[in-house]
């Protein structure tokens, strides 16, 4: 039910006093040293803060430079130096990553695309598949992979065009406490904790903990509130044999913001969003909200039996949910001419569940001078969700379409049904191995495949599907640190990817019509260069082309088949890491050039992903140039500065290419000044120019309006 009261202190102080006190309590209100607490050591970290030498996902199994695929890590320093918030800003660095928004049957949540497919259903924590749809948070992530082209070897189902690993905070051997208190402009405040310690020798315990409340800038009425912690403790840190039990908790109450809507959505003319105020909000705050939850809880068991042969064990364990209502308007042109925004109501609630258990063992080996480094294991998982048929009661106000107000009265009722109306529950077993073969010093062959069996069965249908998926490559190591590549690699998108709590177009969602389809199949071919120079700069280029066949697309009698076809073309190139030792960058470039390919027999309209109307078409959701540049410069030795410029080109949002949001550069800048070495002040203006842009669409109807300027102080601790 909606909460009648989101009072801003009490959801703000009562989790920030809990984290505060748990992290520093025994520390800064201590009447007397206590002598038998062990030494904390403040310690500068020395590794290159921008660059990453090797995925924290063991089924890479060679160092990047090595690897034959296009991932972009970005890193916890990266997220920290641009002010990153919300799992969306923090993607924004990395260019080719589009955005779109849920609505009804499409649940609003985190969702990108990634080289112009879909990835919602392909964001994994650790490793291991993270679905349900949310709203993720940045203060448990340690770095962020971005695994780009068909990733279905790696990952399993899904990933047509790539897949993001969340790679979160454990504890660790060390100790440490770092925290962080910031404010703002719109009414900003953030506060974080991290706290490491050392249980003995051979243990650990970490906490990291969140709370964020603040209005949208530019956004009439549209504020976020949340908060979240994540305890770990890690026995046997210096075991062979050791154990890591962590939990991640997060919470989230918001105003849904549809933004605006276009112009004229029916097909019949090109129209970008209406033309009025972009702080327009034709919400109503005295019925709208969204509340979303997490609750994931991880144990690992890993044992080395030498230095050669690692062997894991992780289960997973996850609840998350998510439940909204929130206000649609799509005035007509007569509408629009009259100044009216005829306004209705839409509700969401879905709760997934999910467990998972993976076996995997790494070997490290050499036949006849040629080395082997194998990753290779079993997963099994099972998710289930469960919908909620939403009921709303009462009159909606019309809005003033010019200057709508959100608190026009609204005395209805709105409910969801006591029990699920629907429950989704797919079940997926797979097996694979990955070598990576150092032939000699310059020739490396890498190579990977999996099998999956997959389940999804909901109230009216079910499926079976079972499909391998490849990867392959070979590396020529042209100087010890500068590599040349050319690799392959294929996914397979069934029916009911999602588990029915994600994009629901275009036939993903299981339905008894749907059943016999067999799955997507995308490919890949890639080539490509990485270089190691300077002071420890990684640079990269790639080339590549994606193709997904049997797509799901209209028939001429109304139904589905496997008769579509989308190409896309495109070049990468990416900096990241340090140009002197006072200089770091974390760049990129990406051109997408996609197709509409191959159509089905029916004529459709301009909302239908491969209808014969299309043909030709670019796929929505792609940008076809985009790049972004992050940057910062020592200018003293307490004082650094930094800034960030980000570009995306027009986004399609319908694939009759009739509905769009026009191309922006957003500026970012930044200076952080070392008091001492426990404190820093932090300074970070994020659209420095107010630039009004969209940074989500919808298929059909709106595009959502981006913060506008936002400007915040933080200062940060660390002991």
């Known amino acids: 039910m909606k909460k009648t009261n989101r009072s801003k202190g009490g959801f703000l102080i009562k989790p920030l006093v809990s984290a505060l006190t748990m992290a520093f309590g025994g520390m800064a209100f201590a009447e007397e040293p206590t002598p038998s607490l062990p030494e904390v050591k403040v310690e500068a970290k020395k590794d290159n803060a921008y660059k990453v030498d090797k995925s924290a996902n063991q089924k890479f199994t060679a160092p990047l430079i090595d690897t034959p695929k296009s991932i972009t890590v970005i890193t916890e320093k990266v997220i920290k130096d641009s002010g990153a918030n919300s799992f969306q800003d923090a993607l924004r660095t990395a260019p080719g990553i589009t955005f779109g928004t849920g609505e009804g049957g ?57 897949s993001i690993n969340v790679v979160t905070k454990k504890a660790k051997a060390d100790n440490f406490t770092t925290g962080s208190i910031g404010l703002g402009t719109d009414s900003y405040r953030r506060a974080t904790v991290d706290a490491n310690y050392m249980l003995g020798d051979n243990a650990a315990i970490r906490l990291v903990a969140m709370t964020h409340d603040a209005d949208i800038p530019g956004r009439d009425s549209v504020d976020t509130q949340r908060w979240g912690f994540a305890p770990s403790i890690t026995l046997g840190l210096n075991s062979p044999t050791s154990a890591t039990l962590s ?17 004229d959505n029916s097909g019949n003319v090109k129209s970008q969003p209406v033309s009025v105020s972009k702080d327009n909000f034709y919400g109503l705050k005295g019925r709208d909200y969204q509340e979303t939850g997490a609750d994931i809880g991880t144990f690992e068991l890993k044992h080395a039996f030498d230095d050669n042969v ?71 998982s099972k998710e289930e969700t469960d919908q909620f048929t939403a009921s709303i009661v009462g009159v909606n106000p019309n809005a003033n379409f010019q200057n709508p107000n959100p608190n026009d009265p609204w005395n209805g009722t709105t409910s969801f049904s006591s029990r699920p109306t629907s429950t989704t529950t797919s079940k997926n077993t797979s097996v694979y191995v990955f070598d990576s073969i150092e032939l000699n010093k310059e020739w490396l062959v890498n190579g990977g495949v999996r099998y999956d069996k997959f389940r999804v069965e909901n109230n009216s249908a079910s499926a079976d599907h079972g499909f391998f998926n490849y990867q392959a490559g070979v590396v020529y190591k042209v100087q010890p640190n500068a590599s040349i590549y050319a690799s392959y690699g294929t996914s397979s998108t069934p029916v009911g990817l999602s588990n029915g709590d994600g994009n629901q177009e275009n036939g993903n969602n299981l339905s008894a019509a749907l059943e016999d389809l067999k799955p997507e199949r995308t490919k890949n071919f890639e080539v490509g260069t990485k270089w190691d120079v300077l002071e420890g700069l990684s640079l990269t280029a790639a080339a590549f082309y994606t193709n997904k066949s049997d797509a799901r697309v209209l028939l001429a009698d109304g139904s589905y088949g496997n008769a579509g076809e989308f190409d896309v073309k495109g070049v990468e190139f990416g900096a990241a890491g340090k140009i002197t030792d006072k200089w770091d960058i974390f760049a990129g470039y990406t051109h997408l050039n996609s197709e509409q390919a191959k159509a089905g027999s029916a004529l459709g309209s301009h909302r239908d992903l491969g209808a014969a109307l299309n043909k030709g078409n670019d796929m929505p959701g792609v940008a076809k140039n985009s790049a972004s540049i992050w940057t910062t410069y020592k200018l003293l030795p307490k004082l650094a500065v930094g800034g960030g410029a980000f570009y995306v080109d027009k986004v399609f949002a319908d694939p009759g290419n009739k509905l769009f949001v026009p191309s922006y550069v957003r500026w970012d800048a930044m200076a952080t000044y070392e008091i001492d070495p426990r404190f820093s002040l932090q300074l970070n203006l994020q659209n420095l120019t107010d630039k009004r842009y969209f940074n989500q669409t919808y298929t059909r109807h709106f595009a959502t309006v981006a913060p506008g300027r936002l400007s915040f102080l933080t200062l940060n601790m660390k002991f």
Do not use: C
């Open 106 to 162: 499409g649940p609003i949540g985190d969702r990108p695309f990634i080289r112009g497919f879909d990835a919602q259903s392909a964001i994994f924590v650790d490793g291991m598949r993270d679905l349900g749809s949310q709203q993720r948070e940045v203060f448990a992530i340690e770095q962020l992979e971005v695994l780009k082209g068909p990733s279905g070897a790696f990952d399993g189902r899904g990933s047509a065009g790539g």
């Open 247 to 263: 939990w991640y908790h997060l919470e989230t109450d918001d105003m849904p913001d549809r933004g605006l809507p276009y112009r």
């Open 310 to 380: 690692v062997l894991r064990n992780t289960t997973r364990y996850g609840e998350t949910s998510n439940e909204y209502i929130v206000t649609r308007t799509l005035p007509s042109i007569a509408n629009q001419a009259a100044n009216i925004a005829p306004r209705t109501g839409q509700g969401r609630k879905a709760e997934t569940t999910s467990i998972a258990n993976l076996t995997d063992i790494s070997i490290s080996f050499s036949t006849g001078g040629i080395k082997h480094q194998v990753n290779t294991g079993v997963e099994f």
